[in-house]
């Protein structure tokens, strides 16, 4: 049971766009704590995507975007590609930024 | 541009220890907290523990209080995850993920995103 919550999985076809929940707590997410979103594709590392809850590192595109309200944040992939069908994970931290990292359990993205 | 290099594929017999390494290439940890994250077959990622090798400060999972050991040697840039008493349910692959972290006036630390990871290192237990 992942302390924060996230669809198995979603679909969409190319071009589509789609939209990722992860749902934490008032000790988390809640509490103010930043939200992170990482993919990873088959057989590979996590790869950064999204820190600060909106902000995409240099070299991803502008595709994707995250958002965060609440207990709740969101990552949504516009224009889908095919190369864009992976694993997503929300990760934070529990308490405060200084508490124990958390992440969600994932959600499988396919591409039809 | 840091990467992160594992040490290679473990089999562990139930009951043993593992010690996985993780070392920067092409650079140093510099200021970074350095995160250690697992995954089970098929399952999703664990974040486990971390520590900060520039001043060897380390914060642990609950659930891996006391099972597990991450250490650091700032002057070659390595850092150490070791796990006792294992069982089949420790297989899984183990990922080091450079941290970042800020330190707060008051002296709190802070900890943000994962941004370089390893490739990982795969452990398997099993009699």
């Known amino acids: 049971q992942s302390v924060l919550t996230q669809p198995p999985s979603v679909s969409g076809a190319p071009g589509q766009r789609v939209t990722i929940s992860c749902t934490g707590s008032?000790?988390?997410?809640?509490?103010?704590?930043?939200v992170y979103w990482y993919q990873q594709l088959p057989g590979t590392a996590p790869k950064l995507l999204i820190f600060g809850n909106s902000h995409r590192p240099s070299g991803v595109p502008d595709r994707f975007s995250g958002s965060k309200s609440g207990t709740s944040a969101s990552l949504a992939i516009s224009g889908l590609q095919a190369e864009d069908e992976a694993d997503y994970y929300c990760q934070s931290y529990d308490r405060s930024m200084s508490g124990p990292g958390v992440f969600g359990g994932g959600t499988k993205l396919t591409v039809l | 541009q840091v990467q992160l290099v594992q040490s290679g594929a473990e089999v562990k017999k139930p009951g043993s220890s593992v010690k996985v390494s993780c070392k920067a290439s092409g650079g140093t940890f510099g200021s970074y907290a350095i995160s250690w994250v697992r995954q089970a077959p098929g399952q999703g990622l664990e974040w486990m523990g971390r520590?900060?090798?520039?001043?060897?400060?380390?914060n642990y999972a609950q659930k891996f209080q006391g099972r597990v050991t991450i250490t650091a040697d700032k002057s070659t840039s390595a850092a150490y995850m070791e796990l006792n008493s294992l069982t089949s349910e420790d297989t899984a692959v183990y990922y080091c993920a450079r941290t970042y972290r800020e330190r707060s006036s008051s002296g709190v630390y802070s900890y943000y995103y994962m941004d370089v990871w390893g490739k990982g290192t795969t452990v398997t237990v099993s009699s």
């Open positions: 008032s000790s988390n997410i809640g509490a103010g704590c930043d």
């Open positions: 520590i900060i090798p520039s001043v060897g400060i380390t």
